[in-house]
């Protein structure tokens, strides 16, 4: 069975350009979270989507990070315009729907972001 | 102000010997706990966990201790082997939602 996917592996932009970055969650997995880890920091959580619906976005840091799961599908996370500080690995996870949902997540390989 | 805290960035241990990773937390609501294996280039590994009504749980060489009065838990590898040198995220949710709160992970090296 397919893990989950995440795609770029690594993105290098300039500050003030836009990055997409991709999320295929496994096959039947209706939870799908995001985090980021900035050097040296803690894996932060941004948010979390049941099926299409954002359940949780508590952690987003401000309003140039747009995510989107249409379909309840893959999920697309969308930093417009990308700044130094959005540097750093980002996650991708998913879960099995209800109650196992918080007992195991399975998390992506991630993408690396610099910002330069 | 971090929630959950690992106060060793590093660990060292003997191949064959016990490896004790220690994980302090501040947070009351928190009812689950994780530990999360992480290799360089790949996401984090689900490891074991422990839900607040235990205080131990054991799979294979892997075990976890939670103390809830002192809010402090530890994972022990015993015996350590070459394999198990990876970066160690302890992890937190509690029963309102999802989302899990992670350490800065201990970075295990298990010596020849």
């Known amino acids: 069975e397919a893990g989950v996917t995440q795609f770029p592996s690594h993105s290098v932009i300039e500050k003030g350009q836009t990055v997409t970055l991709r999320c295929d969650p496994i096959s039947g997995h209706d939870n799908l979270y995001w985090y980021r880890r900035v050097m040296g920091k803690e894996i932060k959580f941004l948010l979390h989507f049941v099926k299409e619906s954002k359940q949780d976005e508590s952690g987003m840091p401000n309003n140039r990070f747009l995510a989107e799961r249409t379909g309840g599908t893959y999920s697309t996370l969308k930093v417009q315009p990308a700044e130094l500080e959005d540097s750093g690995v980002y996650f991708c996870?998913?879960?099995?729907?209800?109650?196992?949902?918080?007992?195991?997540?399975?998390f992506g390989p991630g993408t690396r972001l610099l910002v330069l | 102000d971090q929630q959950v805290k690992q106060n060793s960035p590093s660990l060292s241990v003997q191949e064959g010997r016990i490896s004790i990773l220690n994980c302090d937390y501040t947070n009351s609501m928190f009812d689950y706990f994780l530990w999360y294996k992480k290799y360089p280039a790949e996401g984090p590994t689900f490891l074991i966990s422990i839900s607040s009504i235990k205080d131990k749980n054991e799979d294979g060489r892997f075990t976890v201790f939670l103390n809830k009065s002192a809010k402090h838990l530890s994972l022990h590898i015993v015996p350590s082997q070459p394999g198990d040198s990876a970066v160690y995220f302890c992890a937190a949710s509690d029963y309102r939602d999802d989302k899990i709160i992670f350490g800065k992970g201990t970075r295990l090296h298990i010596l020849p």
């Open positions: 996870a998913s879960s099995l729907p209800g109650l196992a949902g918080r007992e195991t997540q399975y």
